[in-house]
């Protein structure tokens, strides 16, 4: 944990991760050194290949039909002549193609074993940890520190987990299928009303009462 003006680009250059490991990151850490390092000391990774990067086929290989998503399977080298200084071994791109996103990504990896869907799906859950962190930023408004030290930073980011953690119980536990962002605006309006949290999570939108049955007085009328 450092300051809070302290850049995240900075720290993973200097963390240390056990051997065997597998690191999942964005393009945005794509350094062909910093990658080389992780290689050299036995440490896998998959990321995206940057859309400008020279690279030339060493290998194809057939991928399986069933598997819609994966459209290719490649072994490359970087051919750029600073990226090839930096980065001279092996590497393989697969190309995945997301239907939610409708987008074709291309995942970079120093595993040569590895299934594609398995690299694919390792990139798909770094993707779940990038939305619960979005969601953190959107629904607990955490998008600056209230103070940058290295004790403020833990005590807010600490305070949101836990609240997150509590947030993502109700909705779960709760019966009626509720969106994060909603059901956070409905815990906010109601703060400092008396209601039994269960049963309004479970059943939030009250049915209007029914009509009341004629009354004999209003004939007299």
Do not use: C
Not at 157 to 170: G, R
């Amino acid at each position: 944990m450092t300051k809070g003006r302290q850049h995240e680009s900075k720290v993973t250059s200097v963390t240390l991760f056990p051997v065997g490991s597998v690191v999942v990151m964005d393009r945005a850490y794509v350094k062909y050194d910093y990658l080389n390092n992780l290689d050299s000391n036995g440490i896998y990774f998959v990321t995206r290949l940057k859309r400008n990067a020279d690279i030339e086929m060493v290998e194809s290989f057939l991928t399986n039909k069933k598997q819609d998503h994966i459209l290719s399977d490649e072994d490359i080298r970087l051919s750029g002549f600073y990226p090839s200084q930096k980065y001279p071994g092996t590497l393989r791109v697969v190309e995945v193609y997301d239907e939610k996103t409708d987008q074709h990504l291309f995942l970079l990896t120093n595993n040569l074993s590895w299934t594609a869907d398995t690299i694919s799906q390792l990139y798909r859950a770094r993707w779940d940890i990038e939305v619960f962190f979005k969601q953190i930023k959107r629904v607990l408004r955490v998008k600056t520190f209230i103070g940058t030290s290295a004790n403020a930073v833990l005590i807010q980011v600490w305070s949101a987990m836990i609240s997150i953690l509590m947030l993502k119980y109700l909705q779960n536990k709760a019966i009626h299928k509720w969106h994060l962002s909603n059901l956070v605006a409905m815990l906010r309006t109601h703060l400092f009303s008396k209601i039994e949290v269960w049963k309004w999570l479970d059943h939030p939108f009250l049915k209007s009462n029914p009509s009341p049955e004629d009354m004999p007085l209003l004939k007299l009328f």
